[in-house]
């Protein structure tokens, strides 16, 4: 898989990347991301992405110049599944749209900033306008970073058996169960018995349960859709 990500701030991008999961994917050849600055596309002589906005009114707009060339020039190169805008407007992310994005072949991750873009930037190039939740933030970038490990590390060989994403909260509409490890007390602190059974199907029964139970609690809604 391709990641594209069009930015005014790269430097805010890289680091996520080199750690952990991210990293190892990267290392793997499984996933290719690419950091694209948009003041690299600009024409205009100041070197500016954007501008103020017509009809008056608070914060800058990005323009649609930069953008355009930036979205046409990879655009030229390959065709990409989704064109995305990173958004607080956007359809909430949550993990069937990580499912389904993992398996994509290629896909171009716009980050907003100031007020955000020129409409015409959503009307002609965007084909998906993801947030990641209900709040603000400075950019587009942290949610671009989000959207780009909940995906990656779905991508089928990324993961190893242990760290399976079939097992994650969500992955079934159901949070997680409790998890232990040694010591089998602390402090007077005990682990539940049926844990240190060794009774597979008792311990399968048990984690059905508690996953049940904890959704109920925490996220009804979740169990709306069953
Ligand atoms: N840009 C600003 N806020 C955002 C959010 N909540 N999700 C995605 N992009 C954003």
Same mark, same amino acid.
Request: net charge negative; charged share 25%.
């Given at each position: 898989?391709?990641?594209?990500?069009?930015?005014?701030?790269?430097?805010? %991008?890289?680091? *996520?990347?080199?750690?952990?999961?991210?990293?190892?994917?990267?290392?793997?050849? =499984?996933? #290719?991301?690419?950091?694209?600055?948009?003041?690299?596309?600009?024409?205009? @002589?100041?070197?500016?992405?954007?501008?103020?906005?017509?009809?008056?009114?608070?914060?800058?707009?990005?323009?649609?110049?930069?953008?355009? &060339?930036?979205?046409?020039?990879?655009?030229?190169?390959?065709?990409? &599944?989704?064109?995305?805008?990173?958004?607080?407007?956007?359809?909430?992310?949550?993990?069937?749209?990580?499912?389904?994005?993992?398996?994509?072949?290629?896909?171009?991750?716009?980050?907003?900033?100031? @007020?955000?873009?020129?409409?015409?930037?959503?009307?002609?190039?965007?084909?998906? #306008?993801?947030?990641?939740? &209900?709040?603000?933030?400075?950019?587009?970038?942290?949610?671009? =970073?989000?959207?780009?490990?909940?995906?990656?590390?779905?991508?089928?060989?990324?993961? $190893?058996?242990?760290?399976?994403? %079939?097992?994650?909260?969500?992955?079934?509409?159901?949070?997680?169960?409790?998890?232990?490890?040694?010591?089998?007390?602390?402090?007077?602190?005990?682990?539940? #018995?049926?844990?240190? $059974?060794?009774?597979?199907?008792?311990?399968?029964?048990?984690?059905?349960?508690?996953?049940?139970?904890?959704?109920?609690?925490?996220? *009804? &809604?979740?169990?709306?859709?069953?």
């Amino acid at each position: 898989m391709r990641i594209d990500i069009i930015t005014v701030l790269p430097e805010l %991008l890289r680091s *996520p990347f080199e750690a952990s999961i991210m990293k190892r994917a990267i290392d793997k050849g =499984l996933v #290719e991301v690419h950091f694209h600055n948009l003041r690299d596309y600009t024409t205009n @002589k100041q070197k500016s992405v954007d501008d103020y906005q017509f009809g008056g009114g608070a914060g800058m707009v990005m323009s649609v110049q930069p953008i355009d &060339d930036c979205i046409t020039a990879l655009k030229a190169e390959r065709s990409y &599944d989704e064109v995305i805008y990173m958004t607080p407007d956007g359809e909430t992310l949550n993990q069937q749209m990580a499912n389904k994005m993992s398996m994509y072949e290629n896909i171009i991750i716009l980050c907003g900033h100031y @007020k955000g873009v020129d409409q015409r930037v959503r009307d002609h190039f965007i084909t998906k #306008e993801i947030s990641i939740g &209900d709040y603000v933030l400075s950019g587009g970038e942290l949610g671009a =970073l989000v959207l780009s490990d909940a995906i990656i590390r779905l991508i089928p060989g990324v993961l $190893s058996d242990e760290t399976s994403a %079939l097992t994650d909260s969500f992955q079934d509409n159901l949070l997680s169960p409790p998890i232990y490890t040694r010591p089998a007390e602390y402090k007077g602190w005990k682990v539940p #018995e049926v844990l240190l $059974s060794g009774h597979f199907a008792k311990i399968e029964k048990w984690r059905e349960d508690m996953a049940y139970e904890h959704t109920k609690n925490r996220r *009804p &809604d979740l169990l709306e859709n069953e």
